[in-house]
């Protein structure tokens, strides 16, 4: 089986960050591995390695973000490709979506594995637009990936309940951190990762320059979220403060 | 064996990252061993990087673009507290302009991350570009002894050898403690903790408030009322558009106390000057780690054993004489010093410590060993309840009572002086402590 | 006339109350710009339900019936959403963001060329197109992103918007399609639902939530019991869904459900800001912890420092003599 695994490098959510006249400014040094293509990565190499096949994947980012690919090839990832942005363009899913199209389209694999979404944006529409312009069958919110005689067997987290579904390959999926947890990478991961391939694409050898891209939705300003009123602390002999705070659900908040 | 390297730094902060630069200039084929996810993401610590070797290190850094560091220090100020009052002595100077600059603000997190990049460059540079590493998100658990020589370390399962180990694990010297350089119990009176808050606030406001000019910044340290009578210090510094505020407390004098170094930083905060200085920031992060004060009965037996050389904190090198927190600088001299003799013992192919030793030797000539020994009487003093306590009340009172005018007839200075000594010490403590002063600092 | 389209999701035989609250919005905005409020609905008897759609105001709903609808099936979704867009060429096309509909929004924008912004909290139209605020930074940060397109497609987290009941007879039309199951290349083999007659969280208006703190059987049967006593939903954190302790389609936050009831009880949660992403905008939020500094107390209203084990009992019979 060849896996290509799209992983995305986003800003550490845990990262200082500041809000200046509707800018978010976050530390630009603080930029991780998109915990959801982790677990897609992590799912990729378990089944590579119980059925045999082949792990590559694809990074589209600034400069900085072949560290993400090294993450990925020191987890035990094959290959890498680094198609290379300023970063700064404003991209939103559907542009990301045609350059992974643009990427894959003459490529040859069995699943195409992508997070369900970003964590940072956790807009999870680049699965399935790429899905749909490859023409492949797909489905999302993976919680659990089998290969059963060729086929791949998805174990998805619907509204109701979780939903089995067989994709005859190719396919493509998107992955929830739910899945697993991904590996850290060891000493001797690391020290592999550095003698593994990464290609570095640009858009114009893809036959895309950025003015097909432009996004059609962009983020115009961000502000901080509503804040909560602030709250009331109880400590003391836990039989009282339980009561009392059942009281005051009552008569305070009245939602008994 | 063909994954052997020349050496291993384990650490990779300020001590760690100065080691492997000086290696990878040196053709070394090494790695770099970093418990957190990135270098300096373990690193709460942040303040002054006192003196010129980051230029060593970084030529001519001052000329980058957004460097991992904050401000240039051409401000200095050492602040009295009572209750009320702050008697500073204030400096600043055109002189601190020039580059290389005498200090420079860092945030750690940013710091060493920048730091970590220009080993890399380095690396890559260098004839083993392939074959030296820097692996974060690693914990070193043991290094690797064969009949008492380092032959490695081990972390997890895995196994990597080399014929060195440069450990800069910083103060929490654990390593240092199971290679046997340093016994398991550490007086905690020779132990401070620091914490420390980054304010935000808009960099005008910081820049008008603090009369910084371009990337020019002030470092400020306060004794007395700041600790609340609990041996230590205070310290504010100015970063790009924060303040690192906070205190360094001694551990033991804090367990007598009952003090929690929470509740005295909020303390420190209380006071008018601090007050004024902060108002209007926002907190954006809090921060504590132990931190070693300087005390040399505190530093491990030897820096160095067959295979091994000790760096930086993990060395116990920190001096705090009061007029400065010297680790960082003391840490990256180390570790400069260390690769040296690393390279040296690669050349002779010796590893023992008949030519580790050099390194004992080197730090010795060095002005690090030179002023932790010349200052010691300076940091006990530092320590001492006269210096903590009744010298910033007498000079505060005197200072209130110079700088008051009442429409009196207003009595002549030294007898304002004698009446504020009588109040707060005696002639004779004042003495002494002027003597030993004179001798110590 | 154009018009503003509203998906109406159905889901185990009932119409999910989130679809009828972006509905209510659709109306609303139909109303303000002089579009018309259209809705649709796609489902094995999608026929029984226009009753209840009608109720919200649409005046003219799309009707796309078939067997192969009694599950979710993302292929045929997708072709009868395309089919029915073709023809009626809507200027926006609002859904409720459920696990169905964020399987296919991205494959119907592509497939439809059309602007697309997910999971909003908010949405309203403008000259050039849509803006909406949505979550983002794991909901530490909302953004304010501006749409283009010719025709735009939102989906909106539940609880976004109120239910407005707004009667009207609305002319119903009715979509030839079929499909049969030989013809999809994804098989949905079985359907392995949560336990039994879990209250839909999207639409619990109290929800008791169990974090690793819910240890063992006792505690989980105080969870139980607590959720009883006030007819709670029982949702649960990521580490207890990992632990396999509660179904997975209990969980709440980033990954999980997005859920905003009028009273959300976490107990043992220590408020991560994955989980917190998913229950931050509940009307009252209560929080029992014995770890005083544990971050959820910053977003609850009434904050418990204690053992669950001893502060559940008293809890519990207390709101017992309140119900009474
Ligand atoms: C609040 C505070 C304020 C301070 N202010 C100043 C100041 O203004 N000026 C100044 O010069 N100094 C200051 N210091 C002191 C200064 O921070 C230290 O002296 C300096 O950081 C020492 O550097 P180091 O490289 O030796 O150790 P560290 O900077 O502590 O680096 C050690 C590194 O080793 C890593 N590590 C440890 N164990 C392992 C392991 N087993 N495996 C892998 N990695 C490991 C750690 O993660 C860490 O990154 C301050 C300290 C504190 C706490
Ligand atoms: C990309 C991403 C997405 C994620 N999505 C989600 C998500 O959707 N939902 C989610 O929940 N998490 C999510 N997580 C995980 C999240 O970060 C936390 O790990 C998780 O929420 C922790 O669950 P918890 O609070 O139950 O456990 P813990 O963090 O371990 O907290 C347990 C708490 O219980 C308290 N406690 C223990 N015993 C008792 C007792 N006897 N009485 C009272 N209190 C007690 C403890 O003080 C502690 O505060 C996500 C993480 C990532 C990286
Ligand atoms: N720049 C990118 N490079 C590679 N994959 C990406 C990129 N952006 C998005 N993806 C993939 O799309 C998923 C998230 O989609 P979305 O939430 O729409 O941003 C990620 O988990 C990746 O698998």
């Given at each position: 089986?060849?896996?290509?695994?799209?992983?995305?490098?986003v800003?550490?959510?845990?990262?200082p960050f500041?809000i200046?006249?509707?800018?978010?400014i976050?530390?630009a040094?603080r930029?991780?591995?998109?915990?959801?293509?982790?677990s897609?990565?992590?799912e990729?190499l378990?089944?590579?390695?119980k059925?045999?096949?082949?792990?590559e994947?694809v990074?589209i980012?600034?400069?900085k973000?072949?560290?993400?690919?090294?993450k990925a090839?020191?987890?035990?990832?094959d290959k890498?490709?680094h198609i290379?942005?300023?970063?700064?363009e404003?991209?939103?899913?559907?542009s990301?979506a045609?350059?992974l199209?643009?990427?894959?389209?003459?490529?040859e694999?069995?699943?195409?594995?992508?997070?369900?979404?970003?964590q940072?944006?956790?807009?999870?529409?680049t699965?399935?637009?790429?899905a749909?312009?490859?023409?492949l069958?797909?489905?999302?919110?993976?919680?659990?990936?089998?290969?059963?005689n060729?086929?791949?067997?998805?174990k998805r987290?619907g509204d109701?309940?979780?939903?089995?579904?067989?994709l005859?390959?190719?396919?493509?999926?998107?992955?929830?951190?739910?899945m697993?947890?991904?590996?850290?990478p060891?000493?001797?991961?690391?020290m592999?990762?550095?003698?593994?391939?990464?290609d570095?694409?640009?858009?114009?050898?893809?036959?895309?320059?950025?003015?097909?891209?432009?996004?059609?939705?962009?983020?115009?300003?961000?502000?901080?979220?509503?804040?909560?009123?602030?709250?009331?602390?109880?400590?003391?002999?836990?039989?009282e403060?339980?009561?009392?705070?059942?009281?005051?659900?009552?008569?305070?908040?009245?939602?008994? | 064996?063909?994954d052997?390297f020349?050496?291993i730094?384990?650490?990779g902060?300020?001590?760690?990252?100065?080691a492997?630069?000086?290696?990878?200039r040196n053709?070394?084929?090494f790695?770099l061993?970093?418990?957190?996810?990135?270098?300096?993401?373990?690193n709460?610590?942040?303040?002054?990087?006192?003196?010129?070797?980051?230029?060593?290190l970084v030529p001519?850094?001052?000329?980058?673009?957004?460097?991992g560091?904050?401000?240039?220090?051409n401000?200095?100020?050492l602040?009295?507290?009572?209750?009320?009052?702050?008697f500073?002595?204030?400096?600043?100077?055109?002189?601190?302009?020039?580059?290389?600059?005498?200090?420079?603000?860092?945030l750690?997190s940013?710091?060493d991350n920048?730091l970590s990049?220009?080993?890399?460059?380095?690396i890559d540079?260098?004839?083993?570009?392939?074959d030296s590493?820097?692996?974060?998100?690693?914990?070193v658990?043991?290094?690797l002894?064969?009949?008492?020589?380092?032959i490695?370390?081990?972390?997890?399962e895995?196994?990597?050898?080399?014929?060195s180990?440069i450990?800069?694990?910083?103060?929490?010297?654990?390593?240092?403690r199971?290679v046997?350089?340093?016994?398991n119990?550490?007086?905690?009176?020779?132990?401070?903790?620091g914490?420390?808050?980054?304010?935000?606030?808009d960099?005008?406001?910081?820049?008008?408030?603090?009369?910084l000019?371009?990337l020019?910044?002030?470092?400020?340290?306060?004794?007395?009322?700041?600790?609340?009578?609990?041996e230590?210090?205070?310290?504010?510094?100015?970063?790009?558009?924060?303040?690192?505020?906070?205190?360094?407390?001694?551990?033991?004098d804090l367990?007598?106390?009952?003090?929690?170094?929470?509740?005295l930083?909020?303390?420190f905060k209380?006071?008018?000057?601090v007050?004024?200085?902060?108002?209007?920031?926002?907190?954006v992060?809090?921060?504590?780690?132990?931190?070693?004060?300087?005390?040399?009965?505190a530093?491990p037996k030897?820096?160095?054993?067959d295979?091994?050389?000790?760096?930086g904190?993990?060395a116990?090198?920190l001096?705090n004489?009061?007029?400065?927190?010297q680790?960082?600088?003391?840490a990256?001299?180390s570790?400069?010093?260390?690769?040296?003799?690393?390279v040296?013992?690669?050349?002779?192919?010796?590893?023992s410590s008949?030519?580790l030793?050099?390194?004992?030797?080197?730090?010795?000539?060095s002005?690090?060993?030179?002023?932790?020994?010349?200052?010691?009487?300076?940091?006990?003093?530092?320590h001492?309840d006269?210096?903590?306590?009744k010298v910033p009340?007498?000079?505060c009172?005197?200072?209130?009572?110079?700088?008051?005018i009442k429409?009196?007839?207003?009595p002549?200075?030294e007898?304002?002086l004698?009446g504020a000594?009588?109040?707060?010490?005696?002639?004779?403590?004042?003495l002494k402590?002027?003597f030993k002063?004179?001798?110590?600092? | 006339m154009s018009?503003?389209l509203t998906?109406?999701?159905?889901?185990?035989?009932?119409?999910?109350?989130s679809?009828?609250?972006?509905?209510?919005?659709?109306?609303?905005?139909?109303?303000?710009?002089?579009?018309?409020?259209?809705?649709i609905i796609i489902d094995?008897?999608?026929s029984?339900?226009?009753?209840?759609?009608?109720?919200?105001?649409?005046?003219?709903?799309h009707i796309?019936?078939d067997?192969?609808f009694?599950?979710h099936?993302?292929?045929?979704?997708?072709?009868?959403?395309?089919?029915?867009?073709?023809a009626?060429?809507?200027?926006?096309?609002?859904?409720?963001?459920t696990e169905?509909?964020?399987?296919?929004?991205g494959?119907?924008?592509?497939?439809?060329?059309?602007?697309?912004?997910?999971?909003?909290?908010?949405?309203?139209?403008?000259?050039?197109?849509?803006?909406?605020?949505?979550p983002?930074?794991?909901a530490?940060?909302?953004?304010?992103?501006?749409?283009t397109?010719e025709?735009?497609?939102?989906?909106v987290?539940?609880g976004s918007?109120?239910?407005?009941?707004s009667?009207?007879?609305?002319?119903?039309?009715?979509?030839e399609?079929?499909?049969?199951?030989?013809?999809?290349?994804?098989k949905?083999?079985?359907?392995?639902?949560?336990?039994?007659?879990?209250i839909?969280l999207?639409?619990?208006?109290?929800?008791v939530?169990?974090?690793?703190?819910?240890?063992d059987?006792e505690?989980?049967?105080?969870?139980?019991e607590?959720?009883?006593v006030l007819?709670?939903?029982?949702?649960?954190?990521?580490?207890l869904t990992?632990?396999?302790?509660?179904?997975?389609?209990?969980?709440i936050g980033?990954?999980?459900?997005?859920?905003?009831p009028?009273?959300?009880?976490?107990?043992?949660?220590?408020?991560?800001i994955q989980?917190?992403?998913?229950?931050?905008n509940?009307?009252?939020?209560?929080?029992?912890?014995?770890?005083a500094?544990?971050?959820?107390?910053e977003?609850?209203?009434?904050?418990?420092?204690?053992d669950l084990?001893?502060?559940?009992?008293?809890?519990i019979?207390?709101l017992?003599?309140l119900?009474?």
């Amino acid at each position: 089986m060849k896996f290509y695994v799209c992983i995305k490098m986003v800003p550490d959510v845990y990262a200082p960050f500041q809000i200046k006249d509707g800018e978010l400014i976050m530390d630009a040094d603080r930029m991780v591995l998109n915990a959801y293509d982790a677990s897609a990565v992590e799912e990729a190499l378990v089944l590579s390695e119980k059925h045999g096949g082949e792990v590559e994947v694809v990074c589209i980012g600034s400069a900085k973000a072949s560290e993400t690919i090294r993450k990925a090839l020191a987890m035990g990832a094959d290959k890498g490709s680094h198609i290379v942005t300023t970063g700064d363009e404003g991209f939103d899913s559907g542009s990301y979506a045609n350059i992974l199209t643009a990427f894959l389209k003459d490529k040859e694999y069995d699943v195409l594995s992508l997070g369900k979404q970003s964590q940072d944006t956790d807009s999870g529409l680049t699965g399935s637009m790429v899905a749909e312009l490859l023409h492949l069958p797909y489905t999302t919110n993976a919680v659990g990936l089998e290969i059963e005689n060729g086929n791949l067997i998805v174990k998805r987290q619907g509204d109701t309940g979780q939903e089995i579904i067989e994709l005859p390959t190719p396919c493509a999926v998107t992955c929830s951190n739910d899945m697993n947890e991904p590996r850290i990478p060891n000493l001797k991961g690391i020290m592999a990762s550095k003698r593994k391939p990464i290609d570095t694409i640009d858009l114009a050898s893809l036959g895309i320059s950025e003015s097909d891209l432009s996004p059609n939705s962009k983020v115009v300003s961000f502000e901080h979220k509503p804040a909560r009123k602030a709250g009331q602390k109880f400590e003391g002999e836990a039989d009282e403060i339980a009561r009392e705070v059942a009281q005051l659900l009552d008569t305070e908040a009245n939602v008994i | 064996m063909e994954d052997k390297f020349d050496c291993i730094v384990i650490g990779g902060g300020v001590a760690g990252l100065a080691a492997a630069i000086t290696l990878a200039r040196n053709n070394m084929k090494f790695l770099l061993i970093e418990r957190g996810e990135f270098a300096g993401a373990k690193n709460v610590s942040g303040g002054v990087l006192w003196g010129h070797d980051l230029a060593k290190l970084v030529p001519n850094y001052w000329e980058e673009e957004d460097a991992g560091w904050e401000r240039y220090i051409n401000h200095r100020r050492l602040t009295f507290m009572d209750e009320q009052s702050t008697f500073s002595l204030d400096f600043k100077s055109k002189h601190f302009n020039e580059t290389p600059y005498s200090g420079v603000v860092v945030l750690r997190s940013k710091f060493d991350n920048w730091l970590s990049g220009k080993l890399q460059e380095a690396i890559d540079a260098s004839d083993y570009a392939m074959d030296s590493f820097i692996a974060t998100n690693i914990k070193v658990d043991q290094v690797l002894m064969e009949n008492g020589k380092a032959i490695g370390i081990k972390t997890g399962e895995d196994e990597f050898h080399a014929d060195s180990v440069i450990i800069a694990e910083g103060v929490n010297n654990l390593l240092t403690r199971q290679v046997g350089l340093q016994d398991n119990y550490v007086p905690a009176d020779h132990m401070l903790t620091g914490i420390k808050e980054v304010i935000r606030f808009d960099q005008q406001v910081l820049e008008d408030r603090f009369q910084l000019n371009g990337l020019s910044g002030m470092s400020n340290e306060y004794v007395g009322w700041a600790t609340d009578g609990v041996e230590g210090g205070g310290f504010l510094y100015t970063n790009r558009d924060t303040i690192s505020l906070g205190l360094v407390l001694g551990i033991k004098d804090l367990r007598e106390k009952k003090k929690s170094p929470h509740d005295l930083l909020n303390h420190f905060k209380t006071h008018p000057t601090v007050a004024d200085a902060i108002k209007g920031g926002e907190i954006v992060e809090y921060s504590a780690h132990v931190v070693s004060s300087g005390d040399s009965r505190a530093m491990p037996k030897e820096l160095y054993k067959d295979g091994i050389l000790i760096a930086g904190e993990a060395a116990n090198l920190l001096m705090n004489a009061g007029k400065a927190i010297q680790g960082m600088d003391y840490a990256m001299r180390s570790g400069i010093l260390a690769a040296e003799t690393i390279v040296t013992a690669k050349a002779k192919n010796d590893f023992s410590s008949t030519t580790l030793k050099e390194y004992r030797k080197a730090l010795d000539d060095s002005y690090v060993m030179k002023d932790i020994n010349n200052f010691q009487d300076a940091v006990h003093l530092l320590h001492t309840d006269t210096m903590q306590n009744k010298v910033p009340n007498l000079v505060c009172d005197f200072g209130r009572q110079f700088f008051t005018i009442k429409n009196e007839p207003t009595p002549k200075s030294e007898k304002m002086l004698l009446g504020a000594i009588k109040k707060h010490a005696s002639l004779w403590e004042l003495l002494k402590l002027g003597f030993k002063a004179r001798k110590s600092l | 006339m154009s018009s503003i389209l509203t998906y109406i999701a159905i889901s185990e035989g009932k119409i999910k109350r989130s679809s009828l609250e972006v509905l209510s919005r659709s109306k609303a905005i139909a109303d303000a710009n002089g579009l018309a409020c259209e809705a649709i609905i796609i489902d094995e008897n999608a026929s029984s339900f226009t009753d209840s759609v009608q109720n919200y105001g649409a005046s003219k709903i799309h009707i796309v019936e078939d067997s192969i609808f009694s599950q979710h099936r993302n292929t045929p979704l997708l072709s009868a959403l395309s089919k029915v867009m073709e023809a009626s060429k809507p200027k926006v096309v609002a859904f409720a963001s459920t696990e169905g509909t964020k399987d296919i929004l991205g494959a119907l924008a592509a497939n439809q060329k059309a602007g697309v912004v997910a999971d909003v909290s908010s949405f309203d139209l403008t000259s050039s197109g849509v803006i909406a605020k949505r979550p983002v930074m794991a909901a530490k940060v909302v953004g304010n992103v501006e749409v283009t397109g010719e025709t735009i497609l939102v989906s909106v987290r539940s609880g976004s918007y109120e239910l407005v009941e707004s009667p009207i007879t609305a002319e119903v039309n009715t979509i030839e399609f079929s499909s049969s199951e030989s013809d999809l290349k994804a098989k949905l083999r079985e359907i392995i639902s949560a336990t039994g007659d879990t209250i839909d969280l999207n639409e619990a208006e109290t929800i008791v939530a169990a974090g690793r703190g819910v240890k063992d059987e006792e505690a989980k049967s105080l969870i139980t019991e607590l959720a009883r006593v006030l007819n709670a939903g029982i949702g649960a954190s990521r580490a207890l869904t990992e632990a396999g302790v509660y179904d997975p389609s209990l969980q709440i936050g980033q990954t999980g459900k997005v859920v905003s009831p009028q009273l959300y009880i976490a107990v043992g949660i220590s408020g991560a800001i994955q989980h917190v992403a998913g229950m931050a905008n509940s009307k009252v939020i209560v929080a029992i912890n014995k770890d005083a500094d544990a971050p959820i107390f910053e977003v609850a209203d009434y904050g418990i420092v204690g053992d669950l084990y001893k502060v559940l009992p008293p809890f519990i019979e207390e709101l017992k003599k309140l119900k009474s």
